[in-house]
């Protein structure tokens, strides 16, 4: 899977609009990534970083359509130049993004994808792609964010960063729980958070996840 060719064409090449280095990796920004061709140079990078993070359960064309987003970010080992982290951001309504009609119109940054490889999660590599995806809806003044997941962690990184760049108090948390939404745990390990835990409250072995609403007061 990791040594999957696609075709090359040099003509839908993208280049980061931004690159911003931190602790001796480099942040890529990328703009309005509509297919994982327009990364096809670094396409076989990302599928490992992705596929590492998740223990190589990731379905392949699913992997190929979260490689798109209005943001795409790359994390880089300065040195080797090796992707080591990835997030997808999309700018969407709830409702239309999810296609469920209890689930707000209103215009929102849709946390898309985010992984970090294996043996460099210990880097702060997932905090710091979450604060640029953060500041990039900030800059666009949105006020809604958004993002699916199982993993109490997210929450928890979002709740932090927003503390610090929002204030308490300043924001509203709301959760929507979603039955079989994955069919599967999709990590090898059941994600545990530092404070919060969502055990007790979704079924993993079931795929069960959450839909969680950030609304900037």
Same mark, same amino acid.
């Given at each position: 899977m990791f040594?999957?060719?696609?075709?090359q064409n040099e003509t839908c090449r993208i280049e980061p609009i931004s690159?911003?280095? $931190?602790?001796?990796?480099s942040y890529e920004s990328y703009s309005a990534v509509t297919s994982y061709k327009e990364l096809f140079h670094l396409y076989p990078q990302i599928t490992e970083c992705i596929q590492s993070a998740f223990g190589g359960s990731i379905d392949i064309s699913d992997l190929r359509h979260h490689i798109k987003g209005d943001m795409i970010i790359l994390a880089r080992d300065k040195n080797s130049g090796q992707v080591i982290g990835f997030s997808s951001t999309e700018i969407s309504s709830p409702r239309s993004l999810f296609l469920r009609n209890d689930l707000p119109e209103d215009l929102?940054?849709?946390?898309?994808?985010?992984?970090?490889?294996?043996?460099?999660?210990?880097?702060n590599i997932y905090t710091n792609m979450t604060?640029?995806?953060?500041?990039?809806?900030?800059?666009?003044? $949105?006020?809604?964010l958004f993002t699916r997941t199982?993993? +109490?962690?997210?929450?928890?990184?979002?709740t932090l960063l927003l503390d610090k760049t929002i204030g308490k108090g300043k924001y509203s948390v709301s959760r929507i729980y979603v +039955?079989?939404?994955y069919k599967?745990?999709?990590?090898?390990?059941e994600p545990i958070g530092k404070y919060l835990t969502y055990r007790t409250e979704i079924n993993y072995d079931n795929g069960d996840a959450y839909i969680i609403f950030f609304t900037i007061l």
């Open positions: 040594n999957e060719k696609i075709e690159i911003e280095e $931190i602790n001796g990796v929102g940054c849709y946390m898309a994808a985010a992984t970090v490889k294996k043996e460099t999660q210990k880097l604060m640029l995806r953060l500041n990039f809806a900030i800059e666009k003044g $949105i006020k809604l199982q993993n +109490p962690r997210v929450e928890e990184t979002l +039955p079989n939404c599967k745990m999709l990590t090898e390990d």
